[in-house]
């Protein structure tokens, strides 16, 4: 059974159509060059044993690699007048004897392939008027064509850039400390995952890469695997990220069976959508029950406002940079980071503050009740030693929620 075209093999098997139709020829089809290979990737033909979909032969034995090579006319009439063209393989099987070929050339100026059209008898009307013809549709049909090659082209870039970091067991993670405010006392850190500089991309914009590409689990277990290895090097908790998709996986629930959970804080992102809310809390279920804490990251700053956390009952809201940036000096700010504490609060549920970068932000935070602070005024990302050490404040390891008596009061 042949397979399914997509909508773009659909269009060019109509320009082709369109090709066959007017040159009154046997077949028309669409050809990738790759250099040494000639693939027919569409074909039209009144004739269905003559070429097939799928088909490959080698480039530089075809009629279209001699045409680009001006060792013939891109318009043959009769191949019986070019001993060149009855040496090659076409000439014998399907005993091709007329021909048109013209090449398939992309915006960059880069070939394709060639748009071809072919019959079995000789044909004398076929002159430079379906060439021109035949110009116009092979346009087209590099129109079509080219999205899909520079998605391909975008697909390997990314694969080709992934493939040596995961064989190297994933990003260098660092760790980020988050304080309690009241107390200045390190309670726990963010794991914080670091790429290449000459990639010159921001962590989630490489794990948004390694998704498109089907490499995002694999990634953000690595990730999650190099987190996981400064359990053992530093005190209080470690909070690490994770999409709701890869916490869904068989990898990731048995990489968290594996950990300390009471040391453990899972971020979810509010900007990842969630496709199926009960799925992710029995996903869950078993590893809060061993004393796995819940964040939800960057609040403030996602499409899914607060029913994300209502829904997923997390023990810690994680209040955005964005939010925090300048609060100081913006009562609007002040006002909408009371608000959250004030509903965190009320849920039992611990707040942090993202992107603390001064004194007087920090001095404000305090004021309005938030629990937890990180960002560079409390140091910046780097190696598990450059921590400094938790003080008493951090008996329990990671903030649950219900835990009421350990908030402010």
Same mark, same amino acid.
């Given at each position: 059974?042949a397979k399914?075209r997509?909508?773009?093999?659909q269009?060019?098997?109509?320009?082709?159509?369109?090709?066959?139709?007017?040159?009154?020829?046997?077949?028309?089809?669409?050809?990738?060059?790759?250099?040494?290979t000639?693939?027919?990737?569409?074909?039209?033909?009144?004739a269905p044993?003559?070429?097939?979909?799928g088909?490959?032969?080698?480039?530089?034995?075809t009629?279209?690699?001699?045409?680009?090579?001006?060792k013939?006319?891109?318009?043959?009439?009769?191949?019986?007048?070019?001993?060149?063209?009855m040496?090659?393989?076409?000439?014998?099987?399907?005993?091709?004897?007329?021909?048109?070929?013209?090449?398939?050339t992309?915006?960059?100026?880069s070939?394709?392939?060639?748009f071809?059209?072919?019959?079995?008898t000789?044909?004398?009307?076929?002159?430079?008027?379906?060439k021109?013809?035949?110009?116009v549709?092979?346009s #087209? !049909?590099?129109?079509?064509?080219?999205?899909?090659? %520079? @998605?391909?082209?975008?697909?390997?870039? /990314?694969? *080709?850039r992934?493939q040596?970091?995961i064989?190297?067991?994933?990003?260098?993670?660092?760790?980020?400390?988050?304080?309690?405010?009241a107390?200045?006392?390190?309670?726990?850190?963010?794991?914080?995952?670091?790429?290449?500089?000459?990639?010159?991309?921001a962590?989630?914009?490489?794990?948004?890469?390694?998704?498109?590409?089907?490499?995002?689990?694999v990634?953000?277990?690595?990730?999650?695997?190099?987190?996981?290895?400064?359990?053992?090097?530093?005190?209080?908790?470690?909070?690490?990220?994770?999409?709701?998709?890869?916490?869904l996986?068989?990898e990731?629930g048995?990489?968290?069976?594996?950990?300390?959970?009471?040391r453990?804080?899972l971020?979810?992102?509010?900007?990842?959508?969630?496709?199926?809310? #009960? !799925?992710?809390?029995?996903?869950?279920?078993?590893f %809060? @029950?061993?004393?796995?804490?819940?964040? /939800?990251? *960057?609040?403030?700053?996602g499409?899914?406002?607060?029913?994300?956390?209502v829904?997923?009952?997390?023990?810690?809201?994680?209040?955005?940079?964005?939010?925090?940036?300048?609060?100081?000096?913006?009562?609007?700010?002040?006002?909408?980071?009371?608000?959250?504490?004030?509903?965190?609060?009320?849920?039992?549920?611990?707040?942090?503050?993202?992107g603390?970068?001064?004194?007087?932000?920090?001095?404000v935070?305090?004021?309005?009740?938030?629990?937890?602070?990180?960002g560079?005024?409390?140091?910046?990302?780097?190696?598990?030693?450059a921590l400094p050490?938790?003080?008493?404040?951090a008996?329990?390891?990671?903030?649950?929620?219900?835990?009421?008596?350990l908030?402010?009061?």
């Open positions: 059974m399914k997509s909508d773009a093999e269009q060019i098997a109509d320009l082709l159509h369109t090709a066959r139709k007017s040159l009154r020829l046997s077949v028309a089809f669409l050809s990738r060059l790759d250099g040494t000639q693939h027919l990737e569409v074909v039209d033909s009144n044993w003559l070429f097939q979909e088909y490959q032969q080698q480039q530089d034995v009629l279209c690699q001699a045409i680009l090579d001006r013939l006319p891109q318009v043959i009439s009769d191949m019986k007048v070019f001993p060149e063209a040496k090659l393989p076409a000439a014998r099987m399907p005993r091709l004897r007329s021909y048109v070929s013209v090449p398939v992309l915006s960059d100026g070939l394709y392939g060639t071809c059209a072919a019959g079995l000789t044909d004398r009307d076929l002159t430079k008027r379906d021109t013809l035949m110009d549709l092979a #087209a !049909a590099a129109v079509i064509i080219e999205p899909e090659v %520079r @998605a391909q082209q975008r697909r390997s870039e /990314i694969t *080709d992934l040596p970091l064989a190297a067991g994933g990003p260098v993670v660092v760790l980020q400390p988050i304080v309690d405010l107390t200045g006392a390190r309670v726990g850190a963010e794991a914080l995952s670091r790429f290449p500089a000459e990639w010159d991309m962590p989630d914009v490489c794990f948004a890469e390694a998704h498109s590409v089907g490499l995002g689990h990634l953000e277990l690595l990730a999650l695997e190099r987190a996981a290895e400064h359990l053992a090097a530093v005190d209080g908790y470690i909070a690490m990220n994770v999409s709701p998709a890869t916490l996986t068989p990731c048995e990489l968290l069976g594996r950990l300390p959970l009471d453990v804080l971020e979810l992102s509010e900007h990842d959508r969630v496709e199926d809310y #009960a !799925a992710l809390d029995t996903a869950l279920a078993p %809060r @029950a061993g004393g796995l804490g819940l964040a /939800i990251d *960057d609040v403030g700053a499409f899914s406002s607060l029913r994300h956390i829904v997923t009952a997390p023990d810690v809201i994680k209040i955005d940079r964005s939010i925090v940036a300048g609060l100081d000096t913006d009562p609007v700010l002040e006002t909408l980071i009371r608000s959250l504490v004030e509903f965190g609060h009320g849920c039992a549920v611990r707040v942090v503050a993202e603390v970068e001064t004194a007087e932000e920090a001095a935070l305090r004021g309005l009740g938030v629990d937890y602070g990180q560079w005024h409390y140091g910046r990302p780097g190696p598990p030693e050490a938790t003080t008493p404040v008996a329990v390891p990671v903030p649950r929620h219900g835990q009421r008596e908030l402010p009061s």
